[in-house]
Every structure is written in C-alpha cells, then in structure tokens.
C-alpha cells in the first residue's frame, strides 16, 4: 500500500441523467479512522461509498482506496473492503451461518468452517446460527451484514446508514464494535444521520446536493460554525414564535421542557432573551445538530 | 346496514391501480403484445391442413402416364415434387434430416404392366413421425389412382380408366406405421417442457438478487460475472435433467414411444438445448426489473416457440415467414432433433444440422446477456 491514507480520492463527480448526483467530491481517510460521513437525504452520500468500493465508475475524479486505483483497481479493492449496503442485502430464505459460509466462499477464505464460527462469535450471532435471515429483527440483521463484512478481514469498512432502524441499545453496541475495529488498525467510513454517531467519530465530513461543505473533527466543525447556543426553560408552546422573532436567532429547538435557540451573534440574541421578562435562559454547547442545519439553510440561501 | 361500499375509496384504488399500471412499462407492453402476437400467430401463421410437401419421385419408367400422375400428385396441392437425388439411399437420409416428407418410387416396368392391364403398384414412402402432417396429405391419395389417368387412358384403353383403378398406391408410413399421435407429441413436449421451465426458472433467479436487493452486495463481492452467470444455470440444467428423466421414463413406460435411436446421443444434445434456453432466461433476467416480468417475458418467448416451432402444428403448414421465425426458435431445431433420434433413429450425422442452429443461437444470446450483465450499478 502506497501512501498513508486508507482512503484518498479527488474531484470525485457522478451524474445520473441530468442530475449530478456527486459534485467533486474530494475525501482523505487516514488508516485506523472513524469517518462520519453525513449530509440529508439525497445528498450523494451513498454514491460516494459505491464509488469507493468500484459499484459505480465517477465520471470524474480520480484516487486511491487502500492504495488501488478507484477506477480501474476496482476487483483488488473489492477483495480489501467491507461494504455494508443500506438496505439488508443478504439473503432472507438461508440462515445466518449458510449467508456466512457463502460469503466466506466467494473470498475463498482458509479455514471457512472456523472463520464463519469465530465471525458468528464475534458478533453472538452463535445461537442463532441456523435461523433464517430473513425471520431476525432489524438490529440483528444489522449484525449479521457486520459479521458479513468483516469476514474477510477488510482493511476498510464502507458503512451506509449501518444504523438506520435500529434500538439504541443496538446502536450503541455496534459503535463499540466500530471503535474496536479501530482499535486495530481497521479504517472506517461509515454514513449516518445520528449525532449521537457522528459525535463517536474522529473525523466528519458534511456533504449536500453532491458537495462537500465542511469536514473535521466534530470539535473542530462546532467551533468553525461561531455558534452560540441557550436553553430556555420554558415549555410554553407559545414562546416558539416569539423567541423565532427575536434578533440573532436562527435556530428554535423545542426539546420536551426547555427550547434550546442558537445563532451567530451570541451578544445580540442573549440581549434578546434578557428582554423577554420572566424568561430563564443560560448558555449552553452548541451540538452538532445545530452545525450541520445551520450548514444546510446556508445552502439552501445560495444554491451552487 | 349501511352499504359498506364507498364509491371515492373504491376509486382511490383504481386510480392507484392505472397509475402503477403505467409505470410499469413491459407488463403494459406484454398485455397489449402478447394478444396482439397470439392473433397473429393464430390467425396467421397456423395452419393445420399442411400443403406443398416436399416429394421426390424415383421413375424407373418414365412414360405419358407417369408424367400425368406426377402432375395431379402436385395439382392435388399437398406434394411439391422436388429434383430427385440421385439414390433412394440419399432420399432416406433427405427423409431422415426432414427435408424430404414423401418418396414415391414408380417401378421399372410400372407403364408396362399398366397398358397390359396388370394394375401395377407405386410405393409411397411418408415420413409419418407427425400423423397430423401427412394424414390430410396421404387421404388425398384416396381418390388420385382413379383420376390420375383419365386424360391419358383414351380409346382402346379407356376401359382401364374405370373402375377398378387401374393402378394401385401403396403407403408405407414410416418411423411411426401406426400413425399413433403420442409418437410425436410426448418427445415434443420434452421440449416444450424445458423451454418453459428453464427460461422461467432463470430469468427470475437473476430479477430475484435485484428485486430482493442482494444484488447490489452480490456485485460488491470479489466475483467475476461469468461465475454469476455460469454458477446461477449449472443447477438448473440439473433440474432439467431430472425432468428430462421423468418424461423419457413416462414416454417409454407409459406411451410406449420408442426409442430408436442412441440414448447418450439424445442426453448430449438435450444439454445443448437446456444451455440455449438457460442463456435465453439470463439474457431476459438481465432486461427485466421484477420477477413478474420476467415471467411476462417467458411467456413472450414461450407462446411462439410453442406454435411456430412444430409441436403443435405441423412446421410445413406455416407461411413462409412463420417458418423463417420458428426457425430462429430453439425448440424448433430440438424437437427436430428428438423426434429425428426417438423415432427415426436418426444418428449424429443427420442430427448435427439441427445442432449447430442452437449452438449459434446460444452463442449469440450470451453476447447479448454478458453485455447487458450489470458489473456495477451504473
């Protein structure tokens, strides 16, 4: 492997049509990194993974995954990678371990009986070895496309919305099986739409209508944005509108009991909520969420 | 009780009912082609009162006569006398290959024997594999041996114009002497069986992986497309082979065809045929989106391949340009080649004609298929 970066493209473009789908997309994921990967619905996120993992040829652009070119090295990097579709795309009439056993062969994997057993373990998908994919929930299914991917032992995971439709508890789970991947060394891009996720990763990347519009760790992007943010302890449903009018702000979030209001302009909007009477506010962090609708509204204001 | 019945729900679903109607393009396609096809194909194309039979006649004593009975052999509309070859033995094989239906050989001293009254014999030889080709054609004959002559028997000999006939006909129906209808049908319907079955059974194996999603991983795996391909037919050309086994048992035991000819032989090209249809099934999984139409399109294919290839109606009734597509059909060149080695007993000599259309067509619908197989999702 040449180079130090697990993933390295440039000016990556696709079009569907008329519609250009992925718009120069340029990425660079070190080795051992969890990268977020997050944009609205539509953004490109999706195209971007298939472009990297060879499902789909750019129309423009060029780089490396796992040092093998993205264009024309595409059955190398198959062989490398991981890639977890976003929807279950394994097959519902086997079982768990047939679904393994199968994979297993298509990478001519040593050992195929112990690799499936030690992958099922892995995971505890054991007990249930022989129980059709088709009949598990949607938290274990997300566990058998992980077993599934990892069976080769990938130096790179490409995970679109590996998440989606699944219990915290699940969520959580599977992340701490992402930082153990890390941990040894494995490198990770995995797409969402949780800021829970995306805070659990080292670096983000936040791409819409196929451009890239900001990426670093998820520290880094709050402080970029020059958000400041305040809760507001009050659950009067009427207080929406009225804290929406108030100079300086731009975002009203209303979250059970209190409202969490954020903009650009701390000083303006904190002298805003001082004359509101009777109102408790005091400054809060701003979170993630908040940059990355403040980072969509801007786009929407001034299209590309 | 309140009629349970709201006319704007009920019209909610039609509506919705049009509109996904017309998304789906080949299924909208198919219910108006396919009986637009079936009109064609029945109105047109069949015909099951065969005529102009391919007939070669050996004269081994050309006179007047002869020629007269020639001629109201082809005036009668069912013989089309062809140039004959230069031995019987090259107009069997011509019969055996099925490019000759009738052989009518006139013996030496045949207009001899008939001056002097004798009442000589012809011989008829039919290719009866297929009763219903040849029965209308043969019944024709009924009549001619007391017609044929009557211009020609003048004067002195007009007494040999009337009845008895002054000549007689005889016919040997061959390969199938009984005239026994099963004969034909039970190895045909080996092949109808397959085509349907094969086409089918691919065609939906592939829609399946795209329907169902799992494409989109399967392609994202380190296998090559001609695995995909190679790996998804060999099973089913097991499949087919246990069907061919049921059907040559129940054929044997059950209809008591014959099995004239050599059994590895007939096993060999039935592989030939299961690999054109299961290429077909791959080609048409590759165009369609949904399992539904690939099925549409199986039909597509099996409706013709069932009434222009010969199964159900004789091939030579057909017009020309009917018998132009049946050609082009694999089941047309398979039922030629199982009939040809069940009933005739033909060898791989007279079979190899009927092999290499199928290896052709198999060749070019794989092109077609390994051009369209998605490697990516573009």
Known sequence: ?304 | MKFPLAWNRLWAIVLKEFVQMRRDRITFAMMVGIPVMQLILFGFAINTDPKRLPTVVFDASPSAYTRSLVASLENSGYYDVLPPPETVAEAREAMAIGEVQFIVSIPPDFSRQLVRGEKPALLLEADASDPAATGNAISALANLNQSALQHDLKGPLARLGTAPPPFEIRIQRNYNPEGITQYNIVPGLMGTILTMTMIMMTGMAMTRELERGTLENLLAFPVHPLEVMIGKILPYIIVGYIQVTVILVAAYFLFDVPIAGSLPLLLACVLVFLAANLTVGMMFSTIAKSQLQAMQMTFFFFLPSMLLSGFMFPFRGMPHWAQIIGEGLPLTHFLRIVRGIMLKGNGWAETWPNVWPLLVFMGVVMLIGFKRYRKTLD
């Open chain 1, 1 to 304: 492997m040449n180079g130090e970066y697990a993933i390295d493209v440039h000016g990556l473009s696709k079009s569907f049509g008329h519609k250009r789908v992925v718009n120069g997309l340029s990425l660079r994921v070190e080795k051992g990194e969890i990268y977020g990967f997050l944009g609205p619905n539509g953004s490109g996120k999706t195209t971007s993974i298939r472009m990297l993992c060879g499902l789909l040829t750019p129309d423009e652009g060029s780089g490396t995954c796992l040092g093998f070119d993205v264009r024309s090295q595409s059955a190398e990097i198959k062989k490398q990678v991981g890639y977890m579709t976003q929807r279950f795309s394994f097959y519902e009439d086997l079982s768990i371990r047939e679904n393994l056993d199968f994979v297993a062969r298509l990478y001519a994997m040593p050992n195929r009986k112990q690799t499936v057993q030690a992958g099922m373990e892995d995971l505890g998908l054991a007990d249930r070895a022989d129980q059709l994919a088709g009949t598990l929930s949607g938290g274990w299914k997300q566990r058998l496309a992980l077993a599934a991917c990892m069976l080769h032992r990938p130096r790179l995971l490409l995970l679109d919305e590996p998440t989606a439709g699944v219990d915290p508890k699940a969520r959580r789970d599977f992340w701490d099986e992402i930082h153990r991947l890390a941990g040894q060394g494995i490198s990770v891009l995995v797409s969402t739409h949780y800021m829970d996720e995306a805070a659990r990763c080292h670096r983000l990347a936040y791409i819409a209508y196929g451009n890239l519009l900001a990426s670093g760790s998820p520290e880094a992007l709050i402080a970029q944005s020059g958000l400041a943010s305040f809760d507001v302890k009050d659950d009067d449903p009427a207080l929406a509108e009225r804290l929406r009018k108030l100079p300086g702000v731009q975002q009203v979030v209303a979250m059970g009991n209190l409202y969490s209001v954020s903009g650009r302009d701390g000083a303006l909007i904190e002298q805003g909520l001082a004359s509101l009477p009777g109102l408790r506010f005091e400054r809060a962090e701003t979170g993630l969420e908040q940059v990355f609708i403040q980072l969509m509204e801007n786009v929407q204001d001034a299209p590309p």
